[in-house]
């Protein structure tokens, strides 16, 4: 079991940036894809980005353009690059490692880091 600590979410404005940030507690090297979810109240949690281990991504679309996902497997750590941030944006972000760019989820859910995009 590999364990998730995602950092970085915080109150910004519209049009403002952050960079979230997810530390595994293993290594990540051997999982082909690495997921950002969003979840915010009484929705269902939805796929934002994700990155293989081939350098590929994937983005849902109303992100394309403005966020960016890279790993670094030496650093067990997954990035989320956030530009542009929308009121629409404001969820609780959440990583995790995948079987594929779009699915099969691994592991439990860590607690996630709330962002909330609001002027």
């Known amino acids: 079991q590999v364990q998730f600590v995602e950092s970085g979410g915080g109150l910004v404005q519209p049009g403002g940036s952050l960079r979230l940030s997810c530390v595994a507690s293993g290594s990540i090297s051997g999982f082909y894809a690495m997921h950002w979810y969003r979840q915010d109240l009484g929705k269902q949690r939805e796929l934002v980005a994700a990155?293989?281990?081939?350098?590929?991504?994937h983005y849902t679309d109303s992100v394309k353009g403005r966020f960016t996902i890279s790993r670094d497997n030496t650093k067990k750590t997954v990035y989320l690059q956030m530009n542009n941030l929308k009121p629409e944006d404001t969820a609780v972000y959440y990583c995790?490692?995948?079987?594929?760019?779009?699915?099969?989820?691994?592991?439990?859910w860590g607690q996630g880091t709330q962002v909330t995009v609001s002027s």
């Open positions: 995790n490692a995948a079987k594929t760019l779009t699915g099969g989820s691994l592991f439990d």
């Open positions: 990155a293989s281990l081939l350098a590929t991504t």
